[in-house]
């Protein structure tokens, strides 16, 4: 998401510097296949969501943090869970911290994850939150973080919710990639799986539309709002 997402702000007329991980391969991950006519038009930090000073240097001079980082895998944090309030609930806090600093607007990614198994649907924003995993729990603690700086402080905050988005620069294991794989190799059946849940698909650009809408709108500064 967060490519599709610096695609769409440069061609948008933004100025645009993007968060990596650093590597010792010197990655910057998907960025190293975005258009080619966007190369060279944004500016790469280095970094890792967990280390404040790094945050605070690459948040300086920033108006606005569309925040993205998180760890996201499931299954990963029924046995590394330590490892998912590190990045997301601490890594989160950083970015909250440098943002009051700076005076720095924010638009924290949350996720449906936070619903767990819904109660009622169509899930409205109301929803109550159930912590299903470990990965929705940090999730449903970054929000609250991210709320209580915009209610102790007045930080300027918009909660997004996506759910289930889809599309190129997918990891190949996701439904929807699984589907079209196996249809790409001619098969007659397509294995799925569980087939009795229902999710809400989101092509990744209709996803990326959600986070540019949010900008600049102060009507949702404190507001919880999800992208289906």
Not at 151 to 171: A, C, K, M
Not at 205 to 211: L, Q
Request: proline share 5%; net charge neutral; aromatic share 10%.
């Amino acid at each position: 998401i967060g490519s599709h997402l610096v695609e769409s702000l440069i061609r948008g007329g933004y100025e645009v510097r993007a968060f990596v991980l650093y590597n010792s391969f010197n990655s910057h991950g998907w960025l190293d296949k975005c258009d080619p006519k966007i190369k060279g038009k944004f500016e790469v930090f280095q970094g890792d969501i967990r280390d404040p000073n790094g945050v605070r240097e690459a948040m300086r001079g920033c108006e606005l943090v569309l925040h993205l980082a998180a760890l996201i895998a499931i299954p990963f944090s029924y046995h590394s869970p330590d490892t998912y309030v590190d990045t997301n609930i601490k890594g989160t806090l950083n970015i909250l911290q440098a943002a009051r600093e700076f005076g720095v607007k924010v638009i924290h990614t949350s996720t449906s994850e936070v619903y767990g198994t819904a109660e009622f649907v169509p899930i409205t924003e109301q929803h109550p939150l159930k912590g299903q995993s470990p990965y929705s729990a940090t999730k449903i603690a970054a929000d609250q973080l991210a709320f209580s700086f915009y209610s102790s402080f007045e930080l300027p905050v918009t909660i997004i919710r996506p759910f289930n988005t889809f599309g190129p620069r997918q990891s190949a294991r996701a439904v929807i990639p699984t589907i079209i794989s196996q249809l790409a190799s001619g098969q007659q059946k397509i294995k799925l799986g569980a087939v009795h849940p229902t999710r809400d698909f989101n092509f990744v650009e209709d996803t990326v539309r959600g986070f540019i809408a949010a900008i600049n709108r102060s009507e949702a500064y404190g507001e919880v709002i999800n992208i289906g």
